[in-house]
């Protein structure tokens, strides 16, 4: 029972190219999400789906698209990379939405020069 | 809106002093309160959380009390190691799917 998993560890991207972030998870879990990790600025939803088939945006939605492939997987994408989304991504599930309890995948580090 | 406010770090201490990490929130309706905790290079591991004011979360010998009268969710530990050297992380969920994080505050122990 892995959890959450989430590749790439971690990436160096140019400005201006793509890339997609990938998560998937086997709890059985409903809802899924996307934060991005800043220094002093804690964490912020990027993206989330409350169920399968059902994508909405979260606090900081720009310059981003999601995936929400099948009840396993939720993928992040970033079209055209730039230096402000160096960050650390973290992508999460809970077993529905609402007060529950979200786990956390080991996170992608991701550096846009 | 909703927020959540930690007191800066870091924290240091040394081993076997008393942690409090102080957590205050303001949210409408009756958020969940939780505490993570992320070790270097790892991802947020829940450590406890509370669902209703007067609940006690408790796990690892750290304890939070919700107090609605105080909007306040403080963290304690009796006896610190330096295993508990980490980031701690405040957090509440009101609406579905809104966990909103506090910034961090980072504990540093030593021997």
């Known amino acids: 029972n892995a959890g959450v998993t989430q590749t790439p560890k971690f990436q160096v991207l140019k400005t201006g190219q793509s890339m997609t972030l990938q998560c998937a998870q086997d709890m059985n879990h409903n809802s899924m999400y996307w934060y991005r990790q800043d220094p002093g600025m804690g964490l912020r939803l990027i993206y989330y789906s409350a169920s399968e088939g059902t994508t909405d945006k979260g606090e900081v939605p720009n310059g981003y698209n999601v995936s929400r492939l099948n009840k396993r997987e939720f993928s992040l994408r970033l079209e055209s990379a730039a230096p402000s989304q160096t960050s650390v991504y973290f992508c999460a599930s809970s077993e529905t939405a609402g007060k529950e309890t979200q786990y956390f995948g080991p996170g992608t580090r991701l550096l846009v020069l | 809106g909703n927020s959540v406010t930690q007191m800066e770090g870091p924290v240091t201490l040394s081993e076997e002093a008393f942690l409090t990490i102080n957590c205050t929130y303001t949210a409408t309706g009756y958020p969940s309160l939780f505490w993570y905790v992320q070790y270097p290079g790892e991802g947020l591991q829940l450590l406890l959380k509370?669902?209703?004011?007067?609940d006690k979360g408790s796990n690892k010998g750290f304890e939070a009390t919700y107090r609605k009268e105080t909007t306040s969710f403080h963290l304690e530990k009796g006896s610190v190691q330096v295993s508990d050297s980490a980031v701690y992380f405040c957090a509440l969920i009101t609406s579905p799917d809104k966990l909103i994080f506090g910034t961090g505050t980072r504990l540093q122990v030593f021997p």
């Open positions: 509370a669902t209703k004011a007067d």
